[in-house]
């Protein structure tokens, strides 16, 4: 199960705002990627999101314990899109998995909220697999109110 996706655009906050409509959710700022970033919140039983970086950007692996981080200016192999997917396996087998395919793998924790595998597919696509707790972890804090305490917090607002 695909838990959010991202996507470029040439105005982030519209089509946020666009498919949240369409989704009866809401639009969010979503700083943590890159300056200008916007998120769209389905409000569902899943918390689906669609992430919608500004036109351009990519994801880059971060360097040692950091986490994945857009930057402005791509073209050729990298992109903004990547999505989060749930699954059976546990941390070291999906470690094993990644390890085997010559992909760059690591935990992270995502906001000090939600554990996730950070793949690098082919070494420039990102992916964040999600074990089942992972998953619970996932669920429990992605939800409206649990993204505008996060945003509170972290003093950004709409």
Do not use: C
């Not at 997917?85 to 995502?110: C, D, H, N, S």
Request: hydrophobic fraction near 40%; proline fraction near 5%.
């Amino acid at each position: 199960m695909i838990f959010h996706l991202s996507i470029d655009a040439d105005d982030p906050r519209h089509v946020a705002e666009v498919i949240a409509e369409l989704w009866g959710g809401i639009a969010t700022p979503f700083p943590p990627v890159t300056e200008g970033s916007w998120m769209a919140m389905a409000g569902d039983e899943r918390n689906t999101t669609l992430e919608v970086y500004p036109r351009g950007t990519v994801l880059v692996e971060g360097e040692g314990d950091t986490d994945a981080y857009g930057v402005p200016g791509g073209t050729g192999a990298r992109s903004a899109t990547h999505f989060a997917m749930g699954t059976a396996l546990g941390v070291e087998q999906v470690i094993a998995i990644a390890r085997r395919e010559g992909w760059p793998v690591k935990y992270r924790k995502r906001g000090d909220i939600f554990g996730v595998l950070e793949i690098w597919v082919e070494g420039t696509r990102m992916i964040e697999v999600l074990t089942p707790e992972m998953q619970a972890e996932y669920r429990e804090t992605m939800t409206v109110a649990g993204w505008n305490r996060l945003m509170q917090a972290m003093g950004a607002g709409a």
